[in-house]
């Protein structure tokens, strides 16, 4: 391919062609990506429409969607909550994930051309100036783009799309699960791969992934658990919105 647009996984509909549904939907995955908006979080109809000033139809639409993707969960009775992965599931996650992106890596670095490898190395950059400013959440979102990048350089659109959805459940399980406070993904792991897929080395490149995820999964304390959740007011909203 040509050329690589800068991905943003919050950014899947942007104000301009979206929906006033869209936006509350890429907002909460924004919130989630950076690990603001927690597992179990209620949101509630009426306090999320008020924050964005629309109805509760329009909030119902953007909570529909994401409960589709898994991300939401909508209990009869009591509404909509931010899913709350459970220790199965975190593994069912990771294991999709190296599939999908066993096969994304390879496709990527048997496409990649002078330009995706300058995208590639230029996010990198970014990711290492976030963790040097100490930016922990906009590191945490980077990281994030920065695989679903590779699913774009790999021109493959639907292991791109549950790929998105994957990464958005990977930081509520590593948000519940993470040994320690910290960055999970390592940006000398993501280095390697950038120098694997610029270079066109897909065997390497995929071994490197593998490794990549094994380590994130196994930095991960799965046992059942739960933590304390911040007011929606805190998190979302057009004044939250990068």
């Known amino acids: 391919m040509s050329s690589v647009e800068q991905i943003d996984l919050r950014a899947a509909h942007r104000p301009g062609g979206a929906t006033r549904a869209d936006v509350i939907r890429a907002d909460v995955i924004g ?10 979080t209620k949101l509630g109809e009426d306090e999320v429409g008020s924050i964005y000033g629309v109805s509760r139809t329009i909030v119902r639409a953007a909570l529909q969607s994401l409960a589709h993707e898994g991300i ?11 899913a709350h ?21 390879e496709r990527a670095a048997a496409r990649c051309d002078a330009a995706a490898a300058a995208a590639l190395a230029a996010h990198l ?3 290492r100036r976030a963790k040097r400013r100490g930016d922990e959440s906009g ?4 990281s994030g783009e920065f695989h679903l990048m590779i699913a774009r350089i ?6 791109a799309s549950f790929l998105g959805e994957l990464v958005a459940r990977s930081s509520l399980i590593i948000l519940l699960y993470r040994r320690a406070v910290g960055h999970a993904c390592n940006v000398d792991h993501h280095a390697a791969l950038v120098e ?9 490149a995929v071994a490197s992934m593998r490794r990549h995820l094994d380590e994130i999964e196994s930095d991960l304390e799965l046992v059942d658990t739960s933590m304390a959740v911040w007011p929606l007011t805190d998190v979302l909203g057009p004044t939250r919105r990068r």
């Open 85 to 105: 992965p459970s220790v199965a599931e975190a593994h069912e996650v990771f294991q999709a994930r190296r599939l999908i992106e066993a096969e994304t890596t």
């Open 154 to 159: 790999a021109d493959h659109g639907v292991y």
């Open 31 to 40: 919130a989630i990506l950076e690990q603001r908006l927690r597992p179990g």
């Open 196 to 204: 694997a897929i610029a270079a066109r080395r897909g065997d390497e």
């Open 139 to 142: 590191a945490i979102r980077l």
């Open 72 to 82: 939401v969960v909508i209990e009869k009775n009591r509404g909509a909550f931010v």
């Open 125 to 127: 950059d970014q990711e």
